[in-house]
């Protein structure tokens, strides 16, 4: 009768002589982000709502509401902060 050990050694012999496997390119890394609750009359909600509907039609992907809503913040800030 055949050990388990013997049957791993068996099964996994050609593994060594495998190529390995391509090398994807990196994904660039998405900047980190703070969770932040926003309070905003529904009518305004709506607004960025149907923007992002808009884009996501424009695009053929999916704009989120939240993205609309990031862009038009950090396009009213100052550079220097």
């Known amino acids: 009768m055949e050990s388990k050990l013997d049957r791993i050694q068996r ?8 190529p390995e496997p391509p090398q994807q390119p990196a ?15 529904e009518a305004l909600l709506a607004r960025y709502a149907a923007e992002a ?15 609309v809503m990031l862009e038009i913040l950090t396009a009213g ?4 902060g």
């Open 11 to 18: 099964l996994t012999e050609g593994l060594q002589n495998l």
């Open 27 to 41: 994904k660039p890394k998405r900047e980190r982000g703070v969770p932040v609750n926003i309070r905003m009359p």
């Open 53 to 67: 509907g808009r884009r996501s039609v424009a695009a053929g992907r999916t704009i989120t509401t939240q993205t």
């Open 77 to 80: 800030l100052p550079d220097n």
